[in-house]
């Protein structure tokens, strides 16, 4: 029998990503909001982005064996994690707009 790691999804929900970096320990004053429209201008400039679309299986397949020959190009000043455990997207995609951005400078120290 094999053990496959995973996660809970969590729901893509402003408000829902929001109250996870909150209790990651950032500063209220960060927040996520949709964008449904990239030609209205935004009300408040964002830090980072998450782009949401639904993949095929062929698309998995494809995206698998591209990432397993690519070699990562990861400049010293980024931050990057793999996804290696199923469901866990929402999770590493709060983490690298936390973890990129200045949000990182306001997490509260234990």
Do not use: W
């Not at 449904?36 to 698998?64: H, M």
């Amino acid at each position: 029998m094999t053990y496959v790691k995973s996660f809970k999804p969590i729901e893509s929900d402003p408000y829902i990503l929001t109250q996870l970096m909150h209790g990651l320990g950032v500063q209220e004053n960060f927040g996520f909001g949709d964008v449904l429209d990239f030609k209205e201008e935004s009300q408040q400039p964002a830090l980072a982005l998450i782009v949401i679309f639904p993949e095929s299986q062929k698309e998995e397949e494809t995206k698998e064996a591209d990432e397993a020959s690519r070699i990562p190009i990861i400049a010293n000043h980024v931050k990057f994690l793999k996804q290696t455990i199923d469901n866990s997207c929402g999770l590493i995609a709060v983490l690298h707009c936390i973890l990129n951005t200045v949000a990182v400078e306001s997490i509260s120290k234990p």
